[in-house]
């Protein structure tokens, strides 16, 4: 039966050798020794073999019954990717400062629910200060012009 | 070369880098005391701020990131117990016992100073080595340099803890990446799956950023969610005024002790993409076995602290080393910077030093003028830095993450950058998932490029492949490349093989 490593292994094989296939269709030149394709080839077929091996070496590894760990959080982790997500695609409709006073103080209260006015208070201000800070050092002294908001032009 | 440094000396102490070399050092020391917080987290927030300056000040502020968290991580190493960076995890088995026998200044200042004189002895090296070691390569044709970033590849992959197969594949993928977009000879588009922005290929600072920010803040945030706080505060009756003599008398009177820790910390600053805290463990360790007192290491003894802060310090001259004379990073940290330098238009390598003398001896001099720049600081503000570390995770970690968007979007000021930190953010934590380590994922990432292009130049010049193994420099290190290889499979079938006696003892 296949774990971890070994479907880990699947994956890169399946990505690997589907790479591969489109390399085929990369046409050589002939004023030139080694066309586009070359290079790619032996790092896919190279990856294929190597993902290969760890597929095989799992399936025939003993395995033992791993020692119960704490569990972690990962509906969390998937609840922060997607937060960050809906940051990165809401940046550009929403503009730098407005996505961020949202992602940061949004997160902030994922991350630590505030109780009482005073928590809530604080996300909030940590969102503001936080955003004001990077904005103007980045606008107005790094003269790195951040995302604008199609909706909201701000 | 020396007038060279003393220009390079008084260039740096204008004001104008001197203001971005303290904040990097004090932004370095900082991020250093923080547990949860590394070095390369805290270069990668720096790294946006550097967009706007000239060169040499983005690498002052990098420079002093690096020397300032190196020695940073001692604070809460030596006062909590708490490494604050993987490479001051040596520190803790004297320094905490130090402290807590009633010396926690003496503890905290031995690892000052020794972080110090470490650091200038491994500068000596850097100033020393890096001309050198860049006119050899100098010599060097395509086939000698795709088999030195063969070898960086195969090295760091070996000398991953975990599997040497995951190591492969990890430092494979790396290459992978490098492989989508334009081909370096006709610019046949390779790879984008129809995706116009892919043409062009993928920087890769957001894939560094991507993989590394969100790999160690996803696990923190799986382990601890946001509510805990960086670490406990410190005893606040502990006093750190200390007689700064008697301590540098202390570490300058252990010469033989100083001088080897700190030439294992270059040694392991110069192989790639192994670290600082490996460097630190083998000091502390070669420290113990040539003690007259083994026997009271881990008791708070000051050659244990002295070892450990003295070779992660000399381990930065020797990182530096590397990407200064051949282009190779010798860590995430050194990455962070090759990349600030392509930013900049400046391509690292054997050319760096003779076609950017300013700019390489300035690097010098900031990494020279860090070390009193990091004592300064830590002298003002150790016991106000082990305070910083009551700071909320959930407040710090959205900031950090915003930071990594705006390194990305500044880029080319486009959002595709943002979309690759986030989908390689993904990717990062997957790996760690599935225990695949990110050394040589990157050092693929970075040296992948070169990998190709020098593999095409070499069979333009000359099809005929025995070369890659006839011409003696290349042969040799490509036969490097296997011993390395062949090194890391019986390190780590012998790791196995002790596992399976320690379960069978266990079992019986």
């Given at each position: 039966?296949?774990?971890?490593?070994?479907w880990?292994?699947?994956?890169?094989?399946?990505?690997?050798?589907?790479?591969?296939?489109?390399?085929l269709?990369l046409?050589d030149?002939?004023m030139?020794?080694?066309?586009p394709?070359f290079?790619?080839?032996?790092?896919?077929?190279?990856?294929?073999?190597?993902?290969?091996?760890?597929?095989l070496?799992?399936?025939f590894a003993?395995?033992?019954?791993a020692?119960?760990?704490?569990?972690?959080?990962?509906?969390?982790?998937a609840?922060?990717?997607?937060?960050?997500?809906?940051?990165?695609?809401?940046?550009p409709y929403l503009?730098?400062?407005?996505?961020?006073?949202?992602?940061?103080?949004?997160?902030?209260?994922?991350?630590?629910?505030?109780?009482g006015?005073?928590?809530?208070?604080?996300?909030?201000?940590?969102?503001?200060?936080s955003?004001a800070i990077?904005?103007?050092a980045?606008?107005?002294?790094?003269?790195?012009?951040?995302?604008?908001?199609?909706?909201?032009?701000? | 070369?020396?007038?060279?440094?003393?220009?390079?000396?008084?260039?740096?102490l204008?004001f104008?880098?001197?203001?971005?070399?303290?904040?990097?050092?004090?932004?370095?020391?900082?991020g250093?005391?923080?547990?949860?917080?590394t070095?390369?987290?805290?270069?990668?927030?720096?790294?946006?701020f550097?967009?706007g300056?000239?060169?040499?000040?983005g690498?002052?502020?990098?420079?002093g990131?690096?020397?300032?968290?190196?020695?940073?991580?001692?604070?809460?190493?030596?006062?909590?117990?708490?490494p604050g960076?993987?490479?001051?995890?040596?520190?803790t088995?004297?320094?905490?016992?130090?402290?807590?026998n009633?010396e926690?200044?003496?503890?905290?200042?031995?690892g000052?100073?020794?972080?110090?004189?470490?650091?200038?002895?491994?500068?000596?090296?850097?100033?020393?080595a890096?001309?050198l070691?860049?006119?050899i390569?100098?010599?060097?044709?395509p086939?000698e340099?795709f088999s030195?970033f063969?070898?960086?590849?195969?090295m760091?992959?070996?000398?991953?803890?975990?599997?040497?197969?995951?190591?492969?594949?990890?430092g494979?993928?790396?290459?992978?990446v490098?492989?989508i977009?334009?081909?370096?000879?006709?610019?046949?588009?390779?790879?984008?799956?129809?995706?116009?922005?892919?043409a062009?290929?993928?920087?890769?600072?957001?894939?560094?950023?991507?993989?590394f920010a969100f790999?160690?803040?996803?696990?923190?945030?799986?382990?601890?969610?946001?509510?805990?706080?960086?670490?406990?505060t410190?005893?606040?009756?502990?006093?750190?005024a200390?007689?700064?003599?008697?301590?540098?008398?202390?570490?300058?009177?252990?010469?033989?002790?100083?001088?080897?820790?700190?030439?294992?910390?270059?040694f392991?600053?110069?192989?790639?993409?192994?670290?600082?805290?490996?460097?630190?463990?083998?000091?502390?360790?070669?420290?113990?076995?040539?003690?007259r007192r083994?026997?009271k290491?881990?008791?708070?003894?000051?050659?244990?602290?002295?070892?450990?802060?003295?070779?992660?310090n000399?381990?930065?001259?020797?990182?530096?080393?590397?990407?200064?004379?051949f282009?190779i990073?010798?860590?995430?940290?050194?990455?962070?910077?090759?990349?600030?330098?392509?930013?900049?238009?400046i391509?690292?390598?054997?050319?760096?030093?003779?076609q950017n003398?300013?700019?390489?001896?300035?690097?010098?001099?900031?990494?020279?003028?860090?070390?009193?720049?990091?004592?300064?600081?830590?002298?003002?503000?150790?016991?106000?830095m082990v305070?910083?570390?009551?700071?909320?995770?959930?407040?710090?970690?959205?900031?950090?993450?915003?930071?990594?968007?705006?390194?990305a979007?500044?880029?080319?000021?486009?959002m595709?950058?943002?979309?690759?930190?986030?989908?390689?953010?993904?990717?990062?934590?997957?790996?760690?998932?599935?225990?695949?380590?990110?050394?040589?994922?990157?050092l693929?990432?970075?040296?992948?490029?070169?990998?190709?292009?020098?593999?095409?130049?070499?069979?333009?010049?000359?099809?005929?492949?025995?070369?890659?193994i006839?011409?003696?420099?290349?042969?040799?290190l490509?036969?490097?490349?296997v011993?390395?290889v062949?090194f890391?499979?019986?390190?780590?079938?012998?790791q196995?093989?002790?596992?399976?006696?320690?379960?069978?003892?266990?079992?019986?």
């Amino acid at each position: 039966m296949l774990h971890r490593d070994g479907w880990a292994g699947l994956v890169v094989l399946a990505t690997s050798l589907f790479l591969f296939a489109l390399t085929l269709g990369l046409k050589d030149n002939p004023m030139v020794p080694i066309g586009p394709g070359f290079y790619p080839r032996i790092v896919l077929g190279l990856t294929a073999v190597l993902a290969a091996m760890l597929v095989l070496s799992d399936w025939f590894a003993p395995h033992r019954r791993a020692a119960a760990k704490e569990t972690p959080n990962y509906g969390m982790v998937a609840l922060m990717f997607a937060v960050f997500g809906l940051y990165c695609g809401a940046l550009p409709y929403l503009g730098f400062r407005i996505a961020t006073l949202a992602y940061v103080a949004g997160t902030n209260a994922l991350l630590a629910p505030p109780s009482g006015a005073r928590a809530w208070l604080r996300v909030a201000l940590v969102g503001l200060i936080s955003t004001a800070i990077v904005y103007y050092a980045f606008e107005h002294y790094l003269l790195v012009l951040l995302p604008r908001g199609r909706w909201t032009d701000f | 070369m020396y007038e060279l440094l003393a220009g390079g000396v008084v260039n740096v102490l204008q004001f104008k880098y001197l203001l971005p070399l303290f904040a990097g050092t004090l932004a370095g020391i900082v991020g250093g005391a923080l547990p949860g917080v590394t070095i390369t987290m805290t270069i990668i927030v720096v790294l946006p701020f550097t967009f706007g300056l000239d060169p040499l000040q983005g690498l002052a502020a990098m420079t002093g990131v690096y020397v300032g968290g190196s020695a940073g991580g001692l604070v809460t190493a030596v006062l909590l117990g708490l490494p604050g960076t993987p490479s001051a995890i040596a520190t803790t088995f004297d320094g905490h016992p130090m402290a807590k026998n009633g010396e926690p200044g003496r503890a905290l200042w031995l690892g000052i100073w020794a972080s110090f004189f470490g650091g200038l002895l491994g500068g000596l090296f850097l100033v020393g080595a890096t001309g050198l070691l860049a006119r050899i390569a100098l010599q060097f044709g395509p086939w000698e340099f795709f088999s030195l970033f063969i070898l960086a590849l195969s090295m760091v992959a070996g000398l991953v803890e975990s599997s040497l197969l995951k190591g492969l594949i990890s430092g494979a993928l790396g290459l992978i990446v490098t492989i989508i977009g334009a081909d370096p000879v006709l610019g046949h588009e390779r790879l984008t799956l129809g995706i116009p922005f892919l043409a062009g290929g993928v920087d890769f600072l957001p894939v560094l950023i991507g993989v590394f920010a969100f790999a160690q803040i996803m696990t923190e945030v799986e382990r601890h969610g946001g509510a805990a706080t960086l670490a406990a505060t410190m005893e606040r009756s502990a006093k750190l005024a200390v007689s700064h003599l008697r301590v540098i008398w202390e570490v300058v009177s252990r010469p033989v002790l100083l001088l080897w820790a700190s030439i294992v910390g270059v040694f392991i600053g110069v192989l790639p993409a192994i670290g600082g805290s490996a460097a630190s463990m083998m000091a502390y360790d070669q420290a113990k076995k040539i003690s007259r007192r083994p026997e009271k290491f881990g008791s708070g003894i000051p050659e244990g602290i002295i070892a450990s802060e003295a070779s992660n310090n000399a381990n930065v001259g020797g990182s530096l080393v590397t990407i200064m004379a051949f282009g190779i990073p010798g860590d995430a940290v050194t990455a962070v910077m090759l990349g600030a330098l392509t930013i900049h238009g400046i391509q690292s390598g054997p050319l760096f030093i003779s076609q950017n003398p300013t700019l390489a001896y300035g690097m010098f001099a900031a990494y020279l003028l860090a070390h009193p720049i990091m004592v300064l600081l830590m002298g003002v503000g150790a016991r106000w830095m082990v305070r910083v570390t009551t700071v909320p995770k959930a407040a710090l970690f959205p900031i950090v993450l915003v930071l990594c968007v705006v390194g990305a979007y500044a880029l080319n000021n486009t959002m595709q950058n943002v979309y690759v930190l986030l989908v390689f953010g993904v990717l990062g934590y997957a790996m760690v998932k599935f225990g695949f380590p990110l050394a040589p994922f990157i050092l693929g990432v970075i040296l992948g490029d070169q990998i190709e292009l020098n593999l095409v130049r070499s069979i333009m010049t000359d099809a005929n492949p025995w070369l890659f193994i006839t011409r003696p420099i290349s042969g040799g290190l490509l036969l490097a490349s296997v011993l390395s290889v062949l090194f890391a499979l019986w390190q780590h079938r012998r790791q196995r093989r002790a596992v399976a006696a320690a379960e069978g003892e266990a079992d019986f």
